[in-house]
């Protein structure tokens, strides 16, 4: 090696020492960044792999190379083909006003006509020499290879854990057998978890069940399985020990209509929420979860996303999911006919003045505070529901009994006094009045 190789970290190798540092490159546990380093190493240049958004996958520089610094990749491939067909390195010159301040050798990661990535070797801290661009190329060649291995692992990984999380809902397969192989996954079989059940819906896109697994992962910081079946999306996600069943449910639901919003913004996505149960109880909780998803299904009409938990719509799901739809329209009709032929904003008020006396236990004075009239006003209003309607809200419980079942549907359908800005209104309250029940971690969370 001559002296400004060695001052540099350029290592003249033949080429089967070369190939064997290669090979023993990808069976590291970092593979990607040992090849890097060996393309750095065998170069004696500052070696960057991009993905094709433009993330640094792995950087290496020499230690004469240190304070070398990479322009974003949409700098260096600018004016060169978004989709190359080869992996073939082009030299690419230096161009003062481009970010391009010093030479560099592009290689396009390409693996079976798949355009992976970028492999980029900067001039720096010594000019090329004629072998870099083949080994700019093996390099780049080896990545590729290394990138679609990486995916298969990650896909047969993916398979296995769907295939857990579908035996644990159906509670097929001796326990012993699932308790070894989710230690194998590396899964906390024995956490108690919540189901949510998300319907397919047109315009979807393919790989939903993924993103949704890992968008709710990564928000809440809680073990996520899923599992993809003929009509939908299932999601068992953990439980922190501890916590209490409505604060994690509560926030399961804000968390999905985020993931919604940002994952699925053109079609209507659906999705119901079980109860926090024990892994023997996971089928119970995929019923719960699926006639919420009947319900919101039957009920709803739109292309707006939907997430509402068992305990929305209590007991009364069983009847709506399983009931004929004509005959529940009819009972609605009877029950709150009258009230939504009223003047439209006068029944808004009356109709949001009934949901929040239930949800308050029918508490007058609670009702007021939350409504922010006084309490005569709520007195006032649900005698003017007695006067529509002929219901005795206050005093017969067979009454209050099928209101309470007319106002689930009409929250179904989305009435107006059940806009997303009244009940993200109560959510901050009711968060605040949880967050006793939270472990400290998700207090801040």
Known sequence: MSTSD????????????????LDDAAVAVDCLSAIVRVCSEATGKAVTLFDRQGHVVASTRPEAGRQTIFPPLRDIVRGHTTTPPSADPVLLPAELGTGLSRRKILSAVVERGEHLGWLVVDEQPTPFHPTDEYVTLRC??????????????????????????????????AWKDLAAGAEYLGVNVYARRALVYVRDSEGAPEDLDRSLAEYTERALGLEVLSTRGSEGILLLIEAPAGAASPAVVGRITSTLEAAAAELSPASGLIAGVSSVYEPDSFARAYREAREVVRCIDRFTHGARHRVLAVDDLGPARLFLANGEVSAIRHFIDDMLGPLLDDDAAAATELIRTLAVWFEQNRGMRRTAARLGVHENTVRLRLSRVHTLTGLDVTGDASHQLSIQTALLVLRLRDHPAFHL??????ARDDNTVR???LPNEWRSA
């Open 140 to 173: 780049a060649r080896r990545i590729g290879a290394q990138f679609l291995t990486q995916r298969r692992i990650t896909r047969v990984a993916w398979n296995a854990r769907s295939n857990l999380a579908r035996q644990l809902v159906r509670g097929s397969g």
């Open 421 to 426: 800005e009244s009940r993200c209104a109560e």
């Open 435 to 437: 967050a006793d029940a």
């Open 6 to 21: 060695a001052n540099t970290g350029r290592k003249q190798m033949p080429l089967s020492v070369f190939d064997e540092l």
